[in-house]
Nanobody, 121 residues
């Protein structure tokens, strides 16, 4: 049993900043990767940033120079620092984890419920 919960979303003006946080809990044995996705209304969920178990990061081209993903292995958390926010960043942001737990033999994908980010003046 693994659960991911996001926090930190809200309303911000263009050019402003937000920091999203995600905490994983449950019978976790190993986290192979954690990342952030976002979804616009009526659109596919898309990758924002991912942190793998070796510490490497991968960003969507649209956020590469503005967002920073960071992972705390001891706390089983992953954060997304979002700077220079634009109206196009408005979406529901979801935490994702590829996690091996006590319940299953192999790692599985888990998703948080999402947190709304709105960029508007």
């Amino acid at each position: 049993q693994v659960q991911l919960v996001e926090s930190g979303g809200g309303l911000v003006q263009p050019g402003g900043s937000l920091r999203l946080s995600c905490a994983a809990s449950g019978s976790i044995i190993k986290i192979y990767a954690m990342g952030w996705y976002r979804q616009y209304p009526g659109k596919q969920r898309e990758l924002v940033a991912v942190n793998t178990s070796d510490g490497r990061t991968n960003y969507s081209d649209s956020v590469k120079d503005r967002f920073t993903i960071s992972r705390d292995n001891a706390k089983n958390t992953v954060d997304l620092q979002m700077n220079s926010l634009e109206p196009e960043d408005t979406a529901v942001y979801y935490c994702n984890g590829r996690i091996l737990s006590r319940t299953f033999l192999l790692p599985r994908e888990y998703w948080g419920p999402g947190t709304q980010v709105t960029v508007s003046s």
